[in-house]
């Protein structure tokens, strides 16, 4: 299928513990992002990709840890899950002809 | 720093009643400006989008125009639907060697029948 796809679609994890969250898209564009959407906070910018092997931090890194050794595949990575990591993720990838967004359907994490 | 602003929600209408969301916008240089749509449980997805001043994005009856003069990208329907409902968020974009998005808050809108 085209378009872009995230996975888990939803994921309870107890505090401390590692979790990876996957995104795929099929358009090799080359931007993608990751972005967390609670209440009150609307959505926030965690880490962003331009291309393979090129990242960056976004407003609100802390705690995760991204990497995109593959144009596709963007995963982001909690490595020690705390109960303020609880929200719904999005993946998103850019296209270049006009500079829309195309967004995954969400992770809903909860950390316990 | 560049910012979007919406008018806050919920806004609560009326089937066929015209919808208006405010969005005015700051920014240097020239962004493009958008409209996403999220329906529950989804992703967000793109509405409409206009490039550059005096331009008019529209899809599925929505209609916004790129004011340059107001700073302005305010969403309009003339007859809204109780499949309308969502939260609608008004997005500026600049490249500016890489990306960069700005989101606003968004806005709820309930249709009721």
């Known amino acids: 299928d085209a378009g872009i796809t995230q996975s888990p679609r939803y994921k309870i994890t107890e505090t401390g513990r590692q979790v990876t969250l996957m995104c795929h898209q099929t358009?090799?564009?080359?931007?993608m992002f990751w972005y967390r959407q609670d209440l009150g906070h609307g959505l926030r910018l965690i880490y962003y990709?331009?291309?393979?092997?090129?990242?960056d931090k976004g407003e609100v890194p802390d705690g995760y840890v991204v990497s995109r050794s593959k144009t596709e595949n963007f995963p982001l990575t909690l490595e020690s899950a705390t109960r303020s990591q609880t929200s719904v993720y999005f993946c998103?990838?850019?296209?270049?002809?006009?500079?829309?967004?195309?967004f995954g359907p969400g992770t809903r994490l909860t950390v316990t | 720093g560049d910012s979007v602003t919406q008018m806050e929600g919920p806004v609560t209408l009326s089937e066929e009643a015209f919808l208006t969301i405010n969005c005015t916008y700051t920014?240097?240089?020239?962004?493009?400006l958008f409209w996403y749509v999220q329906y529950p449980g989804e992703g967000l997805q793109l509405l409409l989008k206009?490039?550059?001043?005096?331009d008019k994005g529209s899809n599925k009856g929505f209609e916004a125009t790129y004011r340059k003069e107001t700073t302005s990208f305010h969403l309009e329907k003339g007859s809204v639907q109780v499949s309308d409902s969502a939260v609608y968020f008004c997005?500026?974009?600049?490249?500016?060697?890489?990306?960069?998005?700005?989101f606003g808050a968004g806005t709820r809108l309930f249709v009721k029948a």
């Open positions: 998103a990838s850019l296209t270049l002809l006009g500079y829309e967004q195309y």
């Open positions: 358009w090799s564009h080359s931007y």
């Open positions: 990709s331009a291309a393979a092997d090129i990242t």
């Open positions: 920014a240097t240089g020239y962004p493009s």
């Open positions: 206009a490039t550059k001043a005096d």
């Open positions: 997005a500026l974009t600049q490249r500016t060697g890489g990306f960069k998005t700005i």
